[in-house]
């Protein structure tokens, strides 16, 4: 657990009073702005949600965005505006773990249709290396995973606050977004009946262009050189059980931490053994760590963009253009056939 991105609960709750207090002078809240016209006032914790609230909702919400664009999410600090935002809202649509202090927001907002991601697809628990044969137990693999997972577990920083550990990047799945989608299809149905056969086509072609992207990755990355990638931060673990790959992540309590001379010394082993060339660093993250680990490694850097945010950083407009250079990246640092 990163302590350092963690607002303390009693802070958090000092901010949602204030937020409170502050609703009548915030009439013209980022929420309320964007909700005139009959539109759904939706709040989003962050760009995933967003997305996938803008997408599905189109004509008939009024999407406000907690973290801006290029805000780390995990680094995300409410505003009392904020607060009150959420508490104004018609339907909020977050993931628990990600962002503690929105999670605590809005359990004490009092808004009736909150939609937790994470209760919309099965989470897993993810070490520092994950990989498609993990659940089989018996090849190199999936106990390398294990010693790395037992070895990391307490101070990798990746479990952002998820219940028993389980990991939360369920959104870099497209099967798995796709799954969410289809939830948050049916409860905006629920929450707007009014529109619901919009949400519900709308719902439709997102899940057709996901199940698009999927089979794009199924695709490329059926035939590679090697399937072991490298990783300043760990955040692709069901992208890597789904196509079979093995996600390698650095030590350390979070993205830009330096990484130990043993865990260096481990991660060149690793590369050379299974032919890694690549070390992947993030867009809302320094590239310090990955460039410190490819000097002393001799291997190249790259991004793999853990789309929690885009900014015109990004090598895409949004999620399906993003994960599509991933994906091109990918292909590149595993020699694609």
């Known amino acids: 657990m990163n302590v350092r991105r963690l607002i303390p609960t009693t802070a958090v709750a000092g901010a949602v009073a204030l937020g409170l207090t502050a609703l009548s002078a915030c009439s013209a809240s980022d929420a309320?702005?964007?909700?005139?016209?009959?539109?759904?006032?939706?709040t989003a914790s962050f760009y995933p949600m967003q997305f996938l609230a803008e997408r599905i909702g189109g004509e008939h919400v009024a999407v406000t965005g907690l973290t801006?664009?290029?805000?780390?999410?995990h680094d995300l600090e409410l505003t009392p505006r904020q607060i009150g935002s959420i508490s104004e809202s018609d339907y909020v649509l977050y993931l628990k773990g990600i962002q503690p202090a929105v999670d605590d927001a809005i359990k004490q907002s009092g808004v009736k249709n909150t939609v937790d991601a994470a209760t919309?697809?099965?989470?897993?628990n993810h070490g520092s290396e994950v990989s498609g044969h993990d659940h089989e137990g018996g090849d190199e693999h999936g106990h390398e995973g294990e010693e790395a997972h037992e070895?990391?577990?307490?101070?990798?920083?990746?479990?952002?606050?998820?219940e028993g550990g389980a990991d939360p990047h369920v959104w870099l799945d497209p099967v798995k977004y796709a799954e969410v989608a289809q939830g948050v299809g049916k409860s905006l149905e629920k929450a707007d009946p009014d529109h619901a056969a919009d949400y519900k086509k709308n719902t439709e072609a997102l899940v057709a262009e996901l199940d698009k992207l999927n089979t794009a990755y199924e695709t490329g990355l059926k035939s590679t050189a090697t399937k072991t990638f490298i990783t300043?931060?760990?955040?692709?673990?069901?992208?890597?059980?789904?196509?079979?790959?093995?996600?390698?992540?650095?030590?350390?309590?979070?993205?830009?931490?330096?990484?130990?001379?043993?865990?260096?010394?481990?991660?060149?082993?690793?590369?050379?053994k299974e032919k890694a060339t690549t070390v992947f660093f993030e867009t809302l993250a320094s590239d310090r760590t990955a460039k410190t680990l490819a000097k002393d490694t001799g291997l190249r850097t790259g991004v793999l963009d853990p789309l929690e945010g885009i900014t015109d950083k990004s090598r895409g407009a949004d999620y399906i253009e993003v994960m599509e250079s991933n994906l091109a990246a990918l292909r590149k640092a595993l020699g694609a056939k």
């Open 32 to 42: 309320a702005d964007g909700g005139d016209g009959g539109r759904l006032k939706v």
């Open 120 to 124: 919309l697809t099965t989470l897993e």
């Open 68 to 73: 801006k664009p290029g805000v780390e999410p």
């Open 151 to 162: 070895e990391h577990s307490e101070d990798d920083g990746h479990n952002h606050g998820q």
């Open 232 to 272: 300043t931060h760990s955040a692709f673990g069901y992208l890597a059980e789904r196509y079979g790959l093995t996600q390698q992540g650095i030590a350390g309590i979070d993205p830009e931490a330096e990484p130990s001379p043993a865990r260096i010394q481990e991660i060149h082993t690793i590369a050379e």
